[in-house]
């Protein structure tokens, strides 16, 4: 039998006016009925609970629960009572049972009781395997299994977006914004309990999912964090490259790993569940041979009159470069130095940091 919380009772209230046929025989009926809340008994939901009346549905991330009874219906002693539990799954076979030693004797309308769980980390098709072994007073060694099917169904829909931002004008560290779509697509409300982002070795995260207010942050979906079935919500997460990772940040090439998703939350009288998604992997920007950011730009300058900029050059190349700068007007910038001049060589992974000055020549909006 399988253990699950119980349901909280609910009532079908029947009112009339006072002038109506029955008059108060529906609200004295209500009244007297013990499963209604009093003084308030035209509210369906009672103060009392119901057992699960049928299997019902598991899902993903939850604990599996069962209760496990071999009951003596003969009237002999047997002995050396064994009793097995195992779960089948599509990759793998689990042992339940809390004890693998065998029971002396069994008397005749005892039983043996034991309660079993299991997180369940695998959907689709399970298979509860009961095997029970004893021997009779005769000496007699029999044995039985019986099996009990399930399904493991996904209870939430969870995508993934990346977007790879450059770096901003006072940090030399590339940001990735992580946007998780999490759907509930089971029958039922879920309490969202925790979303979070556990990051990799690499990067430092910050949640981006509370507004502030106060002291604290409040949510950005409300003080009571529910989830209706069917229901979508946007989480978003800001990455940065650790320190010692931000310099070399820039030259990673290839798949990156950025961490997982840690989702938990609770259903029917606090019945908790728990995900954690594979290693999330986004494609690392190119940048060629050579790539080039502005450390420092001022947000506003005088016409036609010099101002300072730095830029940054990183070889991405395997091989060491040798540079030289080429100074190119437009119709608007102008450049104020010598074009054509050498900057020396850079190797591999390394940067230079490049004082320039320029002057505008044309107002408004620039690029």
């Known amino acids: 039998m399988r253990l699950t919380k119980p349901t909280l009772f609910t009532n079908l209230p029947v009112t009339c006016e006072d002038r109506d046929l029955p008059g108060d025989l529906f609200g004295q009926l209500m009244r007297e009925d013990p499963s209604t809340i009093k003084g308030a008994e035209t509210l369906m939901l009672g103060e009392m609970l119901t057992l699960p009346q049928n299997f019902g549905n598991i899902f993903l991330g939850e604990t599996f629960s069962s209760y496990i009874s071999v009951h003596n219906d003969s009237n002999q002693v047997v002995k050396d009572i064994l009793v097995k539990a195992d779960l089948q799954t599509s ?33 689709g098709t399970h298979i509860l395997v009961c095997a029970v072994s004893y021997t009779t007073q005769y000496g007699e060694k029999l044995y039985f299994r019986k ?22 004008l006072s940090s030399v560290t ?22 979070s982002l556990e990051p ?23 003080k009571m964090s529910y989830l209706q079935p069917m229901d979508t919500r946007q989480y978003l997460y800001c990455l940065k490259p650790k320190p010692e990772y931000a310099e070399k940040a820039g030259v990673i090439k290839g798949v990156t790993v950025i961490g997982k998703l840690d989702i938990v939350w609770k259903t029917n009288l606090g019945e908790r569940g728990r995900l954690q998604t594979s290693q999330l992997q986004r494609m690392a920007p190119g940048y060629g041979d050579i790539r080039l950011s502005l450390e420092m730009i001022p947000d506003t300058v005088n016409l036609e009159e010099p101002f300072d900029i730095i830029c940054k050059i990183t070889n991405c190349s395997e091989r060491t470069m040798d540079l030289e700068l080429e100074m190119c007007n437009t119709r608007s910038i102008h450049w104020c130095g010598v ?5 020396g060589k850079l190797s591999p992974g390394a940067f230079l940091s490049l004082p320039l000055i320029l ?3 044309v107002q408004g909006l620039q690029v």
């Open 200 to 222: 990799s070795m690499m990067y430092n995260v910050t949640e981006l999912n509370t507004v502030a207010c106060g002291d604290q942050g409040e949510s950005t979906f409300g």
């Open 359 to 361: 002057l505008s020549s």
């Open 339 to 343: 074009s054509g001049r050498q900057l």
């Open 147 to 168: 099996f009990f099917k399930f399904q493991v169904l996904k209870p939430l829909d969870v995508k993934t977006k990346f977007y790879n931002a450059e770096s901003d």
């Open 174 to 195: 590339d940001e990735v914004f992580l946007e998780a779509q999490i759907q509930n697509i089971t029958t039922s409300a879920m309490f969202m309990e925790k979303v």
């Open 91 to 123: 990759s793998q076979r689990l042992n339940l049972s809390a004890s693998n030693s065998a029971v002396a004797e069994l008397k005749p309308e005892h039983c043996i009781d034991d309660v079993i769980h299991h997180e369940v980390k695998e959907i």
